[in-house]
Nanobody
Framework: QVQLVESGGGLVQTGGSLRLSCAAS????????MGWFRQAPGKEREFVAR????????TYADSVKGRFTISRASGKNTVYLQMSSLKPEDTAAYFC???????????WGQGTQVTVSS
């Protein structure tokens, strides 16, 4: 089993910044990629950003490109999401996701709330 614990959410004004963290523990060998998804009330969960553990390649949703940066601390099995120039439409619960190499389930954190006031 893998446990993911997110932190760093909160309330921020439009244009502000927040940094989310996600620490993975348990059976964390063979991480393929980790990422962030978000879900606003009444909407489906959507992809935000991910990072591939081998090589560090990153991908982003178009809506956050240039404003959000995903990074990792490999030795700590931790992934970060630096969010800048936040907008009210970024308001959502943010979930950390981990995929291991090979077949098997995805793992999800419990989520951390980000609220951007206008």
């Amino acid at each position: 089993q893998v446990q993911l614990v997110e932190s760093g959410g909160g309330l921020v004004q439009t244009g502000g910044s927040l940094r989310l963290s996600c620490a993975a523990s348990g059976r964390t060998f063979g991480i393929y990629r980790m990422g962030w998804f978000r879900q606003a009330p009444g909407k489906e969960r959507e992809f935000v950003a991910r990072i591939y553990w081998s090589g560090g390649r990153t991908t982003y949703a178009d809506s956050v490109k240039g404003r959000f940066t995903i990074s990792r601390a490999s030795g700590k099995n931790t992934v970060y999401l630096q969010m800048s120039s936040l907008k009210p439409e970024d308001t959502a619960a943010y979930f950390c996701n981990l995929e291991r190499e090979g077949p098997g389930p995805d793992y999800w954190g419990q989520g951390t709330q980000v609220t951007v006031s206008s």
